[in-house]
RNA sequence: GGCCCCAUAGUUCAGCGGUUAGAACGGCGGCCUCUCACGCCGCAAACCAGGGUUCGAUUCCCUGUGGGGUCACCA
């Protein structure tokens, strides 16, 4: 049950993603890293799913994260589908395991049983922001009896375990990018460990599985380090030795917030679609917070390996660059030599699963074979001019203010995150929600089909909006509409000035 | 707001006590050229601020400022 550790043997390491949604492009951003870290010591890069969040993990995203980064190359030793000698790698099948090492928990006491109800927390919320004060957990639970609240859970009443942390005194990790990092307890919440359907919250499985998996340094986000300090206190609690902690910088938006959707494309899937090569991409990642030195910074995912060391990691969050990233493969294209860059064009641009949904759409309005090729140039490519049009698209909208537009187009650009019809972004699924959409912002169907079949094809006359959206993919129509959203807030007002 | 992290051109990185502070992307100008792109040449562009330490700080320390992260029965 001891995982083998010694400093001097090889390293563990691993990367944990949550299948939920499309492979994020941080979560290969953090597999890199840690691949190239592993490789480059002779030790094992380890995918463990970490599906322990029931609503929100998809079966299929899974499979996704397997797909993108074996497109990048990022290969790993050990997985839910390659197997290994501390399997399973999926922590919902791992359920008893944690089950018995919180049990040891809430007999040494470094756990308890919390019967508050949410209604109960979010009041408690609810007034801690009111006053301002601190937030977290009031220990409301902290001191009932251990039997007695073991008789209650299991007499069936709902319960979470927490986490027993000491009031007084600090807790500290050291980082081996930033040195030591010291929390005062009093700072740390009471951690939810347990929820109150058997599934364990991410610090506790995390920790069980590292130790259990034999993880010698982990390798992650910066988003993790407030959340350190209770891992720490968990290897403590257990009596495990403690892995080293290496806190990358997150990725940023240009605005420098952290990478999301609502401002950047991050499905890894948008840039294989797009047509980055994945060598380039690799590549190109390995430039964000990390450097060859001398000025170095076109490589390979095989020289960053042999190059890899922490003193040439940076700490601070990069700004992921899409330009840059689009020069470097404009560059590695012209390096392609034509048969090569022939076959991959095929492979990316020209496939049967992806043609055929356009074969399908165009089959009744050409009237030759070849007009197939400008009919569907939208489904193709990044930006899309929708100048020429836009006037005519405009008289559908012309009594509408200008802001009215640009808030309805925000608000179908955010709800399609939100909306489960539209989060998978099919035909029907699209239409469905786009009609009640309407009906919520008072947009006649009229109105916002018409703006919407402008910034996805840059045309008024396409195939049916719905199945030409599906075709263009949600990433690239995320892309299309923030550029047409600033096109229209570029625009002078039309609407009469006294419109509200 | 509390706590934590970070800080060199617009962006990504070099630099690791003494440099005209270097490169790439982007920007600007030029050459090449039937156009565009490529290619080539050149230009502009940075050490967040204030205190220390030191003979000497972009570099070490402190404070401030700015940016980011985090405060869930999500990871």
Redesign the pocket.
């Known amino acids: 049950m001891s995982a083998p550790s010694d400093s001097n043997s090889a390293p563990r390491v691993r990367i944990?993603?949550?299948p939920?949604g499309d492979p994020h492009v941080g979560t290969a951003y953090m597999g890199l890293f840690n691949y190239a870290f592993a490789r480059r010591h002779g030790g094992k890069f380890i995918l463990r799913i970490?599906?322990?969040?029931?609503?929100?993990s998809t079966p299929g995203s899974e499979q996704a994260i397997f797909e993108a980064l074996r497109w990048l190359g990022i290969e790993w030793d050990e997985g839910p589908d390659v197997g290994g000698p501390f399997g399973p790698y999926r922590?919902s099948e791992r359920l008893p395991t944690y089950a018995l090492e919180v049990e040891r928990l809430l007999q040494s006491g470094h756990a308890y049983r919390?019967?508050?109800?949410?209604e109960r927390?979010a009041e408690l919320?609810k007034q801690?922001v009111e006053a301002?004060g601190?937030?977290?957990?009031d220990g409301h639970c902290r001191s009932l009896d251990p039997e007695t609240a073991k008789a209650r859970a299991e007499a069936g009443e709902?319960?979470?375990v927490r986490l027993r942390v000491p009031d007084e005194g600090e807790t500290l990790f050291v980082?081996g990018?930033?040195?030591?990092?010291?929390?005062?307890n009093a700072?740390i919440?009471d951690?939810?460990l347990?929820?109150?359907?058997g599934?364990?919250?991410?610090?506790l499985?995390?920790v069980v599985d590292d130790h259990r998996m034999g993880i010698t340094h982990v390798i992650r986000?910066?988003?993790?380090?407030?959340?350190t300090p209770k891992h720490v206190l968990l290897y403590q609690a257990f009596g495990w030795k403690m892995p080293e902690f290496f806190?990358l910088?997150?990725l940023?938006n240009?605005?420098?917030?952290?990478l999301?959707k609502r401002k950047n494309p991050v499905s890894v899937f948008y840039y294989r679609e797009m047509g980055y090569l994945p060598e380039t991409f690799v590549n190109?990642m390995g430039?964000?917070?990390?450097?060859?030195?001398?000025?170095?910074?076109?490589f390979t995912l095989a020289e960053m390996v042999e190059a890899f060391e922490w003193?040439?990691?940076?700490?601070?969050?990069?700004?992921?660059?899409p330009?840059?990233?689009?020069?470097?493969n404009?560059?590695d294209i012209?390096d392609l030599d034509d048969e090569e860059l022939y076959r991959r064009l095929l492979e990316r641009v020209l496939p049967r699963e992806r043609l055929m949904p356009m074969v399908r759409q165009t089959k009744e309005r050409i009237k030759r074979l070849d007009d197939f090729v400008p009919y569907v140039a939208c489904f193709f490519g990044g930006e899309v001019d929708y100048r020429a049009d836009w006037p005519k698209a405009q008289k559908k909208v012309k009594k509408r203010a200008r802001k009215e537009v640009v808030d309805a187009l925000k608000g179908w650009l955010d709800e399609i995150e939100r909306d489960p019809r539209a989060r998978a972004f099919d035909a029907e699924g699209l239409e469905a929600f786009s009609r009640d959409y309407c009906e919520a912002s008072g947009f006649k169907a009229g109105e916002l089909f018409t703006l919407l079949r402008l910034a996805s094809t840059g045309r008024m006359a396409t195939p049916p909006l719905f199945d030409t959206l599906e075709i263009v993919g949600k990433d690239r129509m995320r892309e299309r509409l923030r550029g047409f959203i600033a096109f229209v807030a570029g625009q002078p007002d039309w609407a009469a000035a006294d419109k509200k």
């Open positions: 944990a993603p949550s939920t970490e599906d322990t969040d029931q609503a929100r922590q919390c019967f508050c109800t949410r927390l919320r801690q301002k601190k937030f977290g957990y709902a319960c979470v980082d990018l930033r040195g030591t990092i010291r929390f005062a700072e919440d951690q939810v347990m929820k109150s359907d599934f364990p919250t991410y610090h499985a995390n986000g910066e988003e993790w380090i407030t959340s806190h910088g997150l940023r240009p605005d420098g917030t952290k999301s190109f430039t964000l917070g990390f450097s060859m030195g001398d000025d170095v910074e076109r003193e040439k990691v940076h700490p601070g969050g990069p700004v992921f660059d330009v840059k990233l689009a020069a470097f404009a560059d012209r």
